[in-house]
Nanobody
């Protein structure tokens, strides 16, 4: 059984920071691309960030979060993180962590395409007030 569990969501004031964590059990993800996605009511789930397999650990970000968010991974903990700085009310959403299929190891090949990921967490809510 593979489990993907996000944590760290909550309420923050605009301009403050939050760090999300995603821990995977039942599967070693060192060789997997990992992604963070977010979704608001009535909208499609969108890509926030991607980090490639541990040998590269190269990241890609959505334009809306570039320069503010940083994704990282700790392979000893089988965990990835999303550091969210300078939060804006527009960042309010439910954030999901996802594990990519083995053949999609880098963040070059359409990293924000949901179909590339085969394991998903249940999400953690982030709410940013003005």
């Amino acid at each position: 059984l593979v489990q993907v569990v996000e944590s760290g969501g909550g309420l923050a004031q605009a301009g403050q920071s939050l760090t999300l964590s995603c821990t995977v059990s039942g599967l070693t993800v060192a060789n997997r691309r990992m992604g963070w996605f977010r979704q608001t009511p009535g909208n499609e789930r969108e890509g926030v960030s991607c980090i490639s397999w541990s040998g590269e650990a190269l990241t890609s970000y959505a334009a809306s979060v570039t320069g503010r968010f940083t994704m990282s991974r700790d392979n000893t903990k089988n965990t990835v993180y999303l550091l969210m700085n300078s939060l804006k009310p527009e960042d309010t959403a439910k954030y999901y962590c996802a594990v990519a299929e083995p053949r999609f190891a880098t963040c070059v090949d359409s990293w924000s395409t949901l179909a590339r990921y085969n394991y998903w967490g249940q999400g953690t809510q982030v709410t940013v007030s003005s």
